[in-house]
T-cell receptor
């Protein structure tokens, strides 16, 4: 089945640093999404991307839809303690309703 | 507005027992998804419904798992009999069809422990 490779699996950074994570796939996706999951909660959508090459920002978060449609990147600038959590990428193919999720990137921030 | 509601939040049971997880989607949403999350396998889609009809249950691990959606405001995921390897967090999510289908709203999850 379809799989998304998300990296890194975990990150340990200092408060204030920038963060980068990415997802790659062997399949083409028409939609890329980035979710964040806080402990004890369900994932919450951060950014949705619908067009190859698209670059979208949401506050300190910026995500890009790769031009090949097989990858996506998420950057977080000037990290703060509340950025701690697990970040998931998800992809959706044309005409499909279900999402394929990456394995997640666990972000830990040292104050 | 109330989000997706799941109950119970935590369930501890013994192997062989029947487990029923419940979900109330956001009012007006026409898609409902059941996911399972484990450390080893991540977030997996088990089944999803559209207008109360099961559309794709290819992610349901085996016959011990069943899901129903008797009406637009209620769905259940049942495991009978339960096994220790079923221990996981089970999420329900709902969305409204259209471009914003991708904005799946997740419930808080049910953490299931099978002893």
């Amino acid at each position: 089945g379809q799989q998304l490779n998300q990296s890194p699996q975990s990150m340990f950074i200092q408060e204030g640093e920038d963060v980068s994570m990415n997802c790659t796939s062997s399949s083409i996706f028409n939609t890329w999404l980035w979710y964040k999951q806080d402990p004890g909660e369900g994932p919450v959508l951060l950014i949705a991307l619908y067009k190859a090459g698209e670059l979208t920002s949401n506050g300190r978060l910026t995500a890009q839809f790769g031009i090949t449609r097989k990858d996506s990147f998420l950057n977080i600038s000037a990290s703060i303690p509340s950025d701690v959590g697990i970040y998931f990428c998800a992809g959706r193919t044309q005409g499909a309703q279900k999402l394929v999720f990456g394995q997640g990137t666990r972000l830990t921030i040292n104050p | 507005d109330a989000g997706v509601i799941q109950s119970p939040r935590h369930e501890v049971t013994e192997m062989g027992q029947e487990v029923t997880l419940r979900c109330k989607p956001i009012s007006g949403h026409d898609y409902l998804f059941w996911y399972r999350q484990t450390m080893m396998r991540g977030l997996e889609l088990l089944i999803y419904f559209n207008n109360n009809v099961p559309i794709d249950d290819s992610g349901m691990p085996e016959d011990r798992f069943s899901a129903k959606m008797p009406n637009a405001s209620f769905s259940t995921l049942k495991i009978q009999p339960s096994e220790p390897r079923d221990s996981a967090v089970y999420f329900c999510a709902s969305t409204l069809s259209g471009r914003w289908t991708d904005t799946q709203y997740f419930g808080p999850g049910t953490r299931l422990t099978v002893l």
